[in-house]
């Protein structure tokens, strides 16, 4: 008899609180399965890397007319930590569907 298993998540403030050493292993596992020769379209695997740490590390925001620098998850809002937090969670998923068999 088959069954489906149907899970949900709902995590409290993903963008900012994504752990960025899982999510660039994440990333980097992901630009690995679906490249194409190494390249995602025209971009390495190394200079997508390297453009993500970079976007992570040298983010900076304004609060009360100061300014700080992000040290922990993606700026909200931002279009490349929406997609980082979309890897991140798609190769935790594919991590569970392989338990489940």
Known sequence: ???TKFITADVKDLYTMIPRT???QALASFVDKYSKHGHIGSFSIDHLMRMARL???KNYFVY???YY????GGA???AFTQVLANIDM???EQE???HQH
């Open 1 to 3: 008899m088959a069954t």
């Open 22 to 24: 899982g999510a660039l």
């Open 55 to 57: 976007i992570l590390d």
């Open 64 to 66: 009360q007319n100061k």
């Open 69 to 72: 620098k992000q040290i922990r």
């Open 76 to 78: 909200m809002g931002s």
């Open 90 to 92: 798609f190769e935790r």
């Open 96 to 98: 569970l569907i392989a």
